[in-house]
C-alpha cells in the first residue's frame, strides 16, 4: 500500500520537480508489482520511508517507530482517496453523458448540463447512509445508481422517436398533422425551465414545424411535490384530455398550459408563480374559470372537476410516472423528444430552429 501511494503522490511531485523523478521508477515497478500480487522486487519501500524518517531519527529517535505506523495510514487513505477520487470522475462522466447532469440525484445541482428543474432521487446519499450508520446502504445504494447509469448508456445512443412515448389521450398544440413530425415534452406546469422551454417554442415557430404534444409530470419531492399546486394543474389537464371540447381549434389543456407559462395576472406576475403561490382552493377557482373561458359550458366544467379528482385521472398520471422514469430516463424537466434525439433541461432557440 505505502508503495501504491508514494507512487501516486511522487507522480504529481516529479512533474513539479526533478529530484523526485529519481524515486518514480522504483514506485511504478513496486506499484505494477504489487498490483499483480506480487512482492516489490527493490528495498524502494524502506529507502524512501528512511528518507523521510531519518530528520526525526536524528532528534527524536523514539518517536520514530509511530512515525512510520502513521506514514502507512497515510498510504492507505492517499490510496483510499485516489480510488474514490476515480470513481466519482467515472460515476459523473458516465451521469453527464447519459443524464446530461454530473449528478444524477440532484441534476441541477450540475453546472455542466443544460438548465432545468431535477427530479430528486430520494434514496439516500453516501453521506446521509453514513451519519445514519447504514455503511452497507451508503456504498450499495451509491453502486446500483452507477449500475442504473450504464445499464441506461444505450438509450442515449438510440434513435428517439417521440411516437414510441406518447401519452394516453395525447393532445397536440396546433392540431394533428399527418405530414408533420411529432415532438414530445415532459414538463412539470410549475418549473420555471418549462415556462422558458415553451416561450422558446413560441419564438421558435417549433410548432408549427411539428406535432407538438406533452406528458405532465408534477416533480415529487420530500414532503410532497416540487411545485405545491402542480399535481392539481395536472389532474384538470389530464380531465380535459379524457373530456375534450369538441371543434376546439386549439385543445382547452393546451390553452391553460400556455396561459399559465406565457401571460400575467393584473398585477404584472406570470401565472406561473401566481399559482405556484396560491392555495390550492385558489388553484381551482381559477383553472374552472379559465375552462368556461375557453368554451366550456357549467355542465362541462362541473364534469371535468369530478374526473379532475377521479382514480382514473390518478392512474393516468401513475402511468405516466412510469413512462418518464422507466422508458424516458430522465432525471431533468423539462425534455424534449423530437428529431431522433432525446434533449434533457432548457433547450435553446437556436436549438429549436
Not at 449528478?103 to 455542466?112: E, I, M, P, Y
Not at 422558458?196 to 417549433?206: C, D, H, R, S, T
Amino acid at each position: 500500500m505505502f508503495c501504491i501511494a508514494a507512487f501516486i503522490v511522487l507522480l504529481f511531485m516529479a512533474a513539479i520537480s526533478a529530484r523526485y523523478r529519481r524515486y518514480l521508477a522504483k514506485a511504478a515497478s513496486c506499484t505494477l508489482r504489487r498490483m499483480t500480487f506480487r512482492p516489490c522486487d527493490t528495498t524502494f519501500k524502506q529507502d524512501l520511508k528512511d528518507h523521510m524518517l531519518a530528520p526525526l531519527a536524528a532528534r527524536r529517535p523514539g518517536l520514530v517507530g509511530p512515525a512510520s505506523v502513521a506514514l502507512e495510514v497515510v498510504a492507505f487513505l492517499v490510496v483510499l482517496t485516489t480510488l474514490w477520487s476515480g470513481y466519482v470522475v467515472v460515476g459523473s462522466a458516465a451521469n453527464l453523458y447519459v443524464y446530461g447532469t454530473c449528478n444524477k440525484q440532484d441534476s441541477a445541482s450540475c453546472s455542466l448540463g443544460a438548465e432545468a428543474c431535477s427530479i430528486p432521487d430520494q434514496t439516500p446519499t453516501v453521506g446521509e447512509s453514513i451519519a445514519a450508520w447504514d455503511i452497507v446502504g451508503a456504498f450499495g445504494n451509491d453502486f446500483v445508481r452507477l449500475g442504473e447509469t450504464f445499464s441506461a448508456i444505450p438509450s442515449r445512443m438510440q434513435n428517439w422517436d417521440a411516437l414510441e412515448y406518447l401519452p394516453a389521450n395525447a393532445t397536440y398544440l396546433n392540431g394533428l398533422d399527418a405530414k408533420k413530425e411529432t415532438a414530445l415534452e415532459v414538463i412539470d406546469p410549475g418549473c420555471t425551465y418549462c415556462l422558458q422551454l415553451f416561450q422558446n417554442i413560441e419564438e421558435a415557430g417549433f410548432a408549427d414545424r411539428q406535432n407538438l404534444s406533452y406528458i405532465a409530470f408534477p416533480i415529487q419531492s420530500a414532503t410532497g411535490y416540487k411545485f405545491p399546486n402542480s399535481l392539481l394543474v395536472t389532474q384538470y389537464l389530464e380531465a380535459l384530455r379524457l373530456n375534450p371540447l369538441a371543434d376546439a381549434k386549439t385543445p382547452v389543456d393546451w390553452q391553460i398550459l400556455k396561459r399559465i407559462y406565457t401571460e400575467e395576472n393584473d398585477e404584472g406576475v406570470s401565472w406561473q408563480s401566481a399559482i405556484n403561490s396560491a392555495d390550492p382552493a385558489e388553484t381551482t377557482t381559477l383553472l374552472q374559470e379559465w375552462a368556461r373561458e375557453f368554451g366550456l359550458s357549467q355542465a362541462q366544467v362541473d364534469t371535468v372537476a369530478s374526473v379532475a379528482g377521479s382514480a382514473k385521472v390518478a392512474q393516468v398520471i401513475a402511468d405516466n410516472k412510469t413512462l418518464v422514469e422507466e422508458r424516458i430516463h430522465t432525471v431533468k424537466i423539462p425534455t424534449l423528444i423530437f428529431d431522433g434525439r432525446r434533449h434533457d433541461g432548457l433547450v435553446s432557440v437556436g436549438d429549436l430552429d
